[in-house]
């Protein structure tokens, strides 16, 4: 709002000095111009403070970040809460990935950013799609689902504006996360993961109940799982 509010500003500043000198000879036109130009300037930049009013205090995905972003505080401001070792990989609810990643210096495992990363190819984005599904929780059957529902929304590639596209990259992340329930650790030490996020209410997946995981953050909105 505030760089549209500004180009408009400078824009409706040129155009009153260029007609400044046209409408010299005419005080009464030109004192109309002008009122016609604020008003016009108040009516656009009246309109830039509603959109932004409603983006950020009616519409969801704002007002559910602001909320994520409380619990999150609320979770991890606490004197006694163990620190996170920089520059480790994170898994899991993916809010908590989110905030943990530039609150904490963390790297995510699967978010918008692996998405877009031109690194990655889609293989790996779609592995690490069936590994994160995995670390928080989902069986097969679960997964299936979830991934089907996240695929009629979906919007990047050519897959989506193709229904044979579509149907094969489908089967193609089931395989995948078949291929994971056979061997997860092989994937989880493939990709380094050290922490994972779940949320409180949920129950504990089996995995996390090894030798390997321990428990480091019992919060009321997630629980914070760290690889030894």
Known sequence: MGTCSSRTAIILLVVLLLL??????????????????????????????????????????????????????????????????????????????????????????????????????????????????YLQGDDLAKFTFKIKEYMNIEVWGPWFRSPDLKIKLFQERVAIFQEILKDPLKAINKYQIKYVALLSSQPVPTYLKSYDWKEIQKGLFWSIWEKY
């Not at 480790?88 to 989110?98: N, T």
């Open 20 to 133: 400044g000198e046209f409408l010299k000879q005419s005080p009464k036109l030109s004192r109309l111009v002008l009122v016609s130009m604020v008003l016009l300037w108040v009516f656009h930049l009246g309109g830039s403070f509603f959109i932004r009013a409603h983006e950020g205090l009616r519409a969801k995905e704002p007002v559910r970040l602001v909320s994520e972003f409380h619990k999150y505080q609320s979770q991890r401001n606490i004197l006694w809460t163990k620190p996170f070792l920089a520059n480790q990989v994170i898994a899991g609810e993916g809010y908590f990935v989110y905030f943990s990643t530039f609150l904490e210096n963390l790297r995510p495992f699967s978010t918008y950013a692996t998405v877009l990363s031109a690194p990655i190819t889609n293989y790996e984005r779609d592995e690490r799609l069936a590994l994160n599904a």
